[in-house]
């Protein structure tokens, strides 16, 4: 008897997603629960668990398809992976009566329903075309996936740390297939959170009239508190103590001075918000996502850093609600992890401004009148100049400068 899994619904107004890829194949053993498959919607990727214990059955789709909720990705057939064991191994062991050899080929299919993470069955088809271009033994890498799966980092990673058993094994193995000195494309489809991401950037060029304004700051007083603090801090909360506490306190603080960078159009109307939601932009294995910090303006420095270490975690796990992404009143980007020195983030609507933050450099500046070297970060906000002014857009990034240089400020709430 056959079990048929279906899309589950996947959140408030989201009606489709689109099959991302196959965790289990025909023939997989499955457990209750185990995810079967990923699909990607709008925002987030979800996993669909088995709602029974089986064998995996036939693909009622295919990865790249687009799905409606309540609508059949597969079935799962009854039996369990002990169930079929048991049944492959008996079928060999009849005919090998008269000569010996005939019980040598019994092993082979009994390997075939063992399709591990790090099997060529298991792998999702962009990492098992990245497997055979370098020509590498996929139990040999190690998967930093979800459960262990393996990525196509993960199969780069593995073809440059062997460079030469690379270079060996597709010369060898398929000479006619890449010409000397030939050039290779490849055409991998859009997700959908890359399609939507892409569509909602557009749109908000399109819509808001966009500056950005620069200004920078001396990271010196928050280096030496974190220095100072940082073994006591995580003892005492559970946390790493680093920079993006200060500035979601800081922001807010600032937000709170100048209300209409916190503030949005609907229509002909300025909606103004008592309160601040602050979106902060976490790397996903897909791309970046924008869970939201609510009511950031009540959390403490800990209290925003669980939170941030939190959204870290289950964006690379793949956790992240739908909920969890909606609203926000303001974003902060910090794009300095990746090195980025300055850039010119754009808005996401229907928030009407962005605070980029870059990474940290050691420059010259004058203090005093003296030439020292202080560690400075370029802060850039991007904001909707219909409804922000550029005076305000400039106090907003002196109160928030003036914030993290001095951050005394922050615990008298100055």
């Known amino acids: 008897m056959a079990t048929e899994v279906t899309v589950p619904v996947l959140g408030e107004s989201i009606t489709e997603a689109t099959v991302g890829e196959w965790l289990k194949q025909p023939g997989d053993p499955v457990k209750a629960d185990e995810p079967i498959a990923s699909l990607e919607t709008d925002k987030v990727s ?41 049944a492959a191994a008996p079928a060999p062991a009849v005919t090998p009566a008269a000569p010996a050899p005939a019980a040598a080929p019994a092993p082979a299919p009994a390997l075939a329903p063992e399709a591990s993470s790090d099997s060529p069955a298991a792998l999702s088809p962009s990492v098992r075309r990245a497997v055979l271009e370098y ?44 010409p000397a000195g030939g050039r290779k494309e490849e055409r991998v489809k859009m997700t959908r959170l890359r399609q939507t991401i892409a569509k909602r950037l557009k749109e908000a060029q399109n819509t808001a009239a966009m500056l950005t304004t620069f200004n920078d700051v001396d990271m010196t007083a928050v280096i030496e508190a974190r220095a100072k603090y940082k073994d006591l801090f995580e003892k005492k909360h559970g946390v790493r103590l680093g920079f993006m506490g200060f500035f979601v306190k800081a922001a807010t603080m600032a937000l709170k001075d100048i209300p209409s960078v916190n503030a949005s159009i609907e229509g002909d109307e300025i909606v103004y918000h008592d309160y601040a939601d602050i979106s902060v932009a976490v ?9 939201v910090i609510r009511d950031a303006q009540d959390l403490s420095v800990a209290g925003i850093e669980k939170t941030i270490g939190d959204f870290g975690r289950r964006a690379k796990d793949g956790t992240l609600k739908m909920d969890e992404m909606k609203g926000g009143t303001f974003t902060i980007s910090n794009g300095g992890v990746f090195g980025s020195l300055m850039s010119t983030p754009i808005i996401n609507p229907p928030q009407s401004a962005v605070l980029g933050l870059h990474r940290i450099e050691d420059r010259p500046v004058v ?48």
């Open 46 to 86: 979800v996993e669909v668990p088995s709602p029974v214990a089986g064998v995996m059955g036939q693909h009622a789709v295919q990865v790249g398809d687009t799905v409606q909720v309540g609508a059949m990705l597969a079935t799962i057939e009854a039996g369990g992976g002990a169930a079929a064991a048991t």
């Open 135 to 178: 020509g590498l033994d996929p139990a040999s890498i190690t998967g930093t996936g979800k459960d262990g799966r393996i990525t196509k980092e993960d199969v780069a990673a593995a073809a440059a740390a062997k460079p030469a058993a690379t270079a060996q094994v597709p010369a060898s193995a398929a000479p006619a297939a890449t």
């Open 283 to 291: 790397s996903a294995p897909n791309g970046l996502v924008v869970p």
């Open 367 to 414: 203090v005093n009148g003296q030439v020292v070297v202080r560690p400075m970060m370029y802060l850039a906000l991007s904001y909707d100049h219909r409804l922000i002014d550029g005076r305000e857009a400039v106090t907003f990034l002196v109160a928030l400068k003036n914030a993290i240089e001095d951050p005394t400020r922050i615990l008298i709430d100055l």
